[in-house]
């Protein structure tokens, strides 16, 4: 048992706030923040909640199997016997992309890992991806292209304190992650959000600006801003011909997105499109620091990785990336979606940021871990992708679940769930029983953050210890010894997958080594030792590297690439019509994380968020019959969901605003468009076709005329 005060990280968001964890309390455990980079002694309050998710009563304490319809208790051994036996029926019958293993962007760098390599030579499928697809893919897909690197922030958060001008896209920060508010207290906002959201609202009433889009169309807003730019000669003409190529071809491709046709597509008044980017222009001539930050409203789109290339091209317009005091940056939403992302859980990739198609990478990391190149499979199917192939004649007859909850998160839920269910086996390692968990066959009780060790990568590319505070309820595994037990099971030798998350760790850095995310030089040692290290920092004299680009972009030649192309089509996927007429959007509320699988077990957090609302303007809702506190359906194409109406005249007449963090027949997923985007395979959670009827009576135990505290007063706790 530890029983001194342990310093880690909050289990949630990628701010990953400091925190102190001291055993005793009811909690099991005490939290309090600490003064951190990230969050410079504040916390929200998901953060300071976050103990009693380690006590839930529900909490997963033994193996589960399901017979007789049921779930019932059986032995570790049972337990993964059977999983090891399913695992080689479906792999006889159909080969070894029969199995398939969807991850997650919360799992520690050493279990994104470990399941990779697991998926790759125990299981030898191609067929993995993971829950980070839906975050920030297209945000990585544009910034791997124009950087030749994707670092999420490749800048300290901290370095936004100096900013003049923060152009905030898709980003509801006042929520997601309050503490972030610290660093952007002094910069004047413009703000880009269908809906006046917190964040817009905090940044209207310090005298910024809020341009509020219809969802689907901040591709039109980005070029348009990008236009007025370059016609108003705001562009750094120094740096783009010193650091830059390919903008000619963006100059042509934008010169026919003038304001008036942007206000047309978005919205969005070509008056207020020119005040913003002149805030820009003059900003930056003025010496001034200017950001541009972009977060999910605008990368889950079909659009989306066209969207972030038109935003990174307006900063490199401006001449910000690379350049001290300003940037472009990607606001990483899950807790380790950076680390996740880098270490081979995504379905094209090799630890250290290498692509599983390139011979050399295979080469390396085959090394590694002691087998044939030629073993390894090449790339699979991407998340909605994977679930949609789920238990049909081509797709994996088994799927195993490591710190996922698609049945809740993934786009088009309904016909999620029908797939995960069809399954011949369904494995699911949680510490909760989660949604996903009870579709299961087999459910694997794991042990959760405070009760374990290893390392997360922030949104800054920081890479942080997680440290253990207590010690998990007894007859848990790590997610660690549940891969060793289960390899070799497959027949793999022991040594391959150890269950230690030191070794493992090490191991993890020798695979990145020459990668583009290379932690060769971040040893456990330098962590412990309180060094604050970015990655890449290739050996162990190496001082990591916390600001990329200042000399060089990482393409071969040094220069960054301009990347957008003219768009006939800028709109959704999914357009509205007499049947549909509104456009819902989804995100996320202060009191809940992702798919609350977590934080609807905090009695104090489910209290200030019960369920799930449609938030809409007043009018819009009273055409239907509709008033403020009465419960909804909303209808989509695929399906509908049920919610508590909010008015509120700061809405859009033609939009909706749903939070995803509800089960059941209240999960906004089950309306949302799984259309993806061609390049990073994101699917368009942000906008698709729906129309409001009300519900009479009552539903799933809410009277239809509500009595439903709700909260959404700003946080910035410290
Ligand atoms: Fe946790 Fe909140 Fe900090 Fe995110 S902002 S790391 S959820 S305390």
Redesign the pocket.
Known sequence: MVDMPVDT?????????G?TLTPGGPDRVTVA?RQFP??RG???????T?PSVLSTPDRLTTPLLRRDGALRPVSWDRALDVVADGIGDAQAQAGRDAVGVFGGGGLTNEKAYQLGKFARVALGTSQIDYNGRFCMSSAAAAGSRAFGLDRGMPFPLSDLAGAEVVLLTGANTAE?????LKHLDTAQLVVIDPRRSLTAGWALDRGGVHLAPEPGTDLAVALGLLHVVIAEGWCDTAYVEARTSGFDEVRRAVASWWPERVERISGVGADALRRAAALLGAAHRGGGGVYVLSGRGVEQHATGTATVSALIDLALALGLPGTPGSGYGCITGQ?NGQGGREHGQKSDQLPGYRKIDDPAAREHVAGVWGVDPADLPGPGRSAYELLDALATPSGPRALLVFGSNPAVSAPHAGHVTERLAALDLLVVADFVPSETAELADVVLPVTQWAEEEGTMTNLEGRVLRRRRAVDPPEGLRTDLEVLAGLAVRLGQPAERFPPDPQAVYDELCAASAGGLADYSGISRERLDAGEALFWPCPGPGHPGTPRLFTERFAHADGRARFGSADHDDVGPAERSDAEYPLRATTGRVLSH?QSGAQTRRSSELLAAAPEAFVEVHPETAAAVGLADETRARVVARRGATLATVRTDDSMRTDTVFIPFHFPGDERANLLTNPALDPVSRIPEFKACAVRLEPVSGPVNGHASDGSHCHSRALEVQP
Do not use: S
Not at 9 to 17: F, I, S
Not at 176 to 180: D, E, G
């Open positions: 990280h909050c289990p949630y968001c990628a701010l990953q706030c925190t923040p990230t969050n504040g916390l929200c309050r998901k953060g300071w976050a997601t992650m309050p503490p972030m807790g994380y």
